[in-house]
């Protein structure tokens, strides 16, 4: 668990609170690096609500990461990253003295460590002279490097067997074992300090140094690092590199972090995917048979069915995702077999030789609902709701809502379809019919407003199917989908779904639904209207038409489409367009919720005389009544989160059922 990111909300988070300008003050200022401090002391001290235990006791942790892949960016002098890691390991030591702690960095070298032909190559090439020559000294599998001025071309073949030691301008530096054999190539390489490395600030061995770092942690992407320019002899000796720094500091080593891209426009397919992460493994395994202390590997990512990258890597697997039935899968399940069998205990360590104190876990199945694991409570005194919903525990069919409760949980099918939530939810000829009732508009009218999304819906917060971050909808505070919409017709029951809403805004690219009705008070916000003797705006362009849809077999190979298209749609039953009540003294404006000046939020007073387009948003929806909700266990409202009363509810007939139908409860 890393205690802060370098890239998102994270390093540049903490320089604006402490009102810093330089990504680089991070590590040397006073106050910055006290806020640090207190986020570290808060989450080692923090209390797991579902075991009891204390953070710095709970052996559900592995290992802390001081920080995950530490940059200094610009103007970083010498020792920047490791002063601030041999200040901040004692603190975080201090204060969790049983857990593994590491960096948490790629493991980039400097030129103070004369292992730079390790990192990274830059693009350009740099001259004979400044390439360091790579002498590789065959014994037990080991590499051994030395940064020797060589004349170039050396003079080969070289006499062999090589008399010792070495006649060179400079020793060369051999470290831990004897060895036996020749040398088998000589290997010019850029350097990679002509390249972007130099400014990360990194140095893996120093900043690996410290008393209170456990073990060498690095990570690989190799596509980011070297586009155009992926070897398998630099992902060798990436790894080669860093389980050397474990022989020099007596530490062990772990590949924290790689991946390898799937990437049409660069030929980067599952077949390149497959063969770099046997290259990885292979290596892993060679070196760990040859006695070097690299531990575990960690890949990214794992999808598992029917979940999908993000929206910015294009959807399906995206760039990075492996599903359970790829190859790559079963590769990655053969090496962890591979290295468990290779597992052996470090001299000197005994397993049970420290073992962090550990409160009792309370038995809470008591209180589950109907025996599922991972409904009702938990902590420990079994009084901290679990919500089904999100953790995915809930019983809820497809085609329905989840609704949290107290203990238990509320199902109710999206309205148009027909059954208790649980044992299903079927479609009725209404929603087969659904497109006819809308038509596509080549704009958005200057004065559609924005209507809050529904619970009850395809896309809500509390979709059983909810993948966060799978939209590219920066406004989810009650406007827009926050799980993906797939289709159109998701948006239509969404609409047909929320009082006031008689039109939306459909993105294919974002998986993105913005519903839209006139001005109500059922409208979140809309467009401040211009005053009565002002020229009405005219009505936005057309946007451009989407490009033409890849045809490739495989979805995931596809190139990503960053612009993003919406096409509007709107109920053809309403048909005029959308107008503010001049003069009305009935009608006042409100602050946006969302703090934007340009908009505002209308507000009717009761009884107030408005046309019948506004009213129309409130009408009886197409679809019919709302199912029934089946409540599982408890149906207490839980505080600050949606309950069953606030799914909202068309004004079809408001007398006759409660908000979102006919309720059922079902006990544990």
């Not at 204390?54 to 942790?61: A, H, L, N, R, V």
């Not at 289709?487 to 006031?500: D, I, K, N, R, W």
């Not at 029934?628 to 004004?651: C, H, Y």
Request: include cysteine.
């Amino acid at each position: 668990m890393a205690f802060v990111d370098n890239w998102v909300e994270g390093v540049d988070q903490y320089t604006g609170w402490a009102g810093a300008a330089a990504h680089v003050d991070f590590f040397t200022n006073a106050a910055i690096k006290q806020l640090y401090m207190n986020n570290v002391k808060a989450l080692t001290g923090r209390v797991n609500t579902v075991n009891g235990r204390k953070y710095s006791e709970d052996p559900t942790i592995f290992a802390w990461d001081l920080i995950n892949e530490p940059r200094c960016d610009t103007n970083c002098p010498a020792s920047t990253i490791a002063n601030w890691v041999t200040e901040m390991a004692a603190y975080v030591k201090s204060l969790d003295p049983n857990h593994l702690l590491t960096v948490g960095e790629e493991g980039f070298y400097t030129s103070s460590t004369n292992k730079t032909y390790c990192n990274p190559s830059s693009s350009a090439r740099a001259s004979s002279q400044s390439l360091l020559t790579r002498v590789h000294l065959s014994f037990a599998s080991l590499t051994y490097l030395s940064a020797l001025p060589l004349p170039l071309p050396l003079p080969l073949p070289l006499p062999l067997p090589l008399p010792l030691p070495l006649p060179l301008p400079l020793p060369l530096r051999i470290m831990h074992c004897s060895f036996t054999t020749h040398i088998s190539s000589i290997v010019q390489e850029n350097t990679g300090w002509v390249s972007w490395v130099p400014s990360t600030g990194q140095d893996s061995i120093a900043d690996h140094s410290s008393p209170d770092i456990d073990f060498v942690a690095f990570h690989s992407w190799i596509d980011n690092w070297q586009p155009g320019n992926v070897t398998e002899a630099f992902q060798r000796n990436w790894i080669e590199c860093h389980a050397d720094d474990g022989v020099q500091l007596n530490k062990p080593v772990i590949l924290e972090e790689f991946g390898k891209y799937i990437n049409l426009t660069t030929g980067a397919d599952m077949a390149q995917r497959n063969q770099y992460y046997s290259i990885i493994f292979d290596e892993i395994n060679q070196l760990t048979d040859a006695g070097k202390p690299i531990k575990g590997v960690g890949f990214w990512e794992v999808y598992m069915p029917g979940q999908e990258a993000p929206v910015s890597e294009g959807g399906g697997r995206g760039v990075y995702g492996i599903y359970p039935t790829d190859d790559t899968f079963n590769l990655i399940s053969q090496q962890a077999a591979s290295l468990n069998a290779r597992a052996a205990a470090v001299p000197g360590c005994e397993a049970a030789a420290k073992r962090a104190p550990l409160a009792a876990v309370q038995d809470c199945s008591s209180t589950q609902v109907k025996g599922l694991t991972g409904t009702g409570f938990e902590g420990p005194n079994c009084d901290v709701d679990i919500n089904e919903c999100v953790r995915g525990t809930d019983s809820c069919t497809s085609n329905a809502a989840c609704i949290n409760t107290q203990g238990g949980f509320a199902c109710q099918c999206w309205l148009g379809y027909s059954g208790d939530g649980v044992a299903s939810c079927t479609p009725t000829p209404a929603v087969l019919d659904l497109p006819s009732q809308y038509v596509t508009e080549a704009t958005q009218g200057p004065l559609i407003c924005d209507v809050a999304y529904p619970l009850n819906a395809p896309g809500s917060a509390y979709d059983p199917t909810l993948i966060a971050g799978q939209t590219n909808n920066t406004e989810v505070a009650g406007v827009g989908n926050v799980s993906p919409v797939y289709s159109p017709e998701g948006c239509m029951l969404a609409c047909e779904t929320a009082p006031g809403c008689s039109a939306f805004a459909y993105s294919p690219q974002d998986r993105a639904c913005f519903l839209k009705g006139c001005p109500s008070n059922f409208t979140v916000q809309c467009p401040m209207p211009p005053p009565p003797s002002a020229t009405a705006p005219s009505p936005p362009s057309p946007p451009a038409p989407p490009a033409p849809p890849c045809t490739n077999p495989i979805p995931s190979l596809c190139p990503v489409v960053n612009a993003t298209y919406y096409s509007y749609y709107h109920k053809t039953r309403y048909q005029d367009a959308c107008t503010f009540v001049a003069g009305n003294p009935s009608l006042s404006f409100q602050p946006s919720p969302f703090g934007q000046s340009s908009d505002v939020r209308p507000v009717f007073a009761p009884g107030a005389v408005i046309s019948s387009e506004t009213a129309a948003g409130n009408d009886a929806s197409s679809l019919g009544p709302p199912p029934p909700v089946t409540v599982q266990g408890p149906d207490t409202p839980v505080p600050g989160e949606p309950s069953i009363s606030s799914l909202p509810s068309r004004a079809a007939s408001p007398a006759a059922t409660p908000a979102g139908g006919a309720i059922s409860t079902s006990g544990r």
